[in-house]
């Protein structure tokens, strides 16, 4: 039996199922980078709804979604309630929800 060339069907092997981990790892990474980004566009976006929260629920809204905008990210949602915004923001499919407002004492 002759076994020439076996060695290198095995290097082809393990170099395409190194390569098959190294893109499982990226793509798990894209969605890591992605629902960061999420979470701080919505942060921001609630944070800047709320500091308009007492010009009323269309102009705390829009301002949000000009900060949720400007930092790559969609408004999916934007509620105001009395002096807090609770919007949703979503980045590549990842969805992040933030609430802004006071601070309440008991």
Do not use: F, K, W
Not at 15 to 32: D, N, R, S
Not at 36 to 55: K, V, W
Not at 83 to 101: F, N, Q, S
């Amino acid at each position: 039996m002759n076994d020439r060339g076996a060695a290198s069907i095995y290097a082809v092997a393990i170099g395409l199922t190194l390569t098959l981990a190294g893109l499982a790892v990226a793509v798990h990474g894209t969605q890591l980078v992605a629902a960061a980004q999420a979470r701080s566009a919505a942060d921001l976006g609630a944070l800047a709804g709320a500091m308009r929260a007492g010009a009323g629920v269309g102009t705390a809204c829009v301002r949000a979604g000009e900060v949720i905008s400007a930092n790559g990210a969609v408004m999916r949602s934007c509620t105001v309630d009395g002096l807090d915004v609770l919007l949703t923001a979503e980045v590549r499919g990842r969805t992040a929800m933030a609430r802004a407002g006071p601070v309440r004492t008991r």
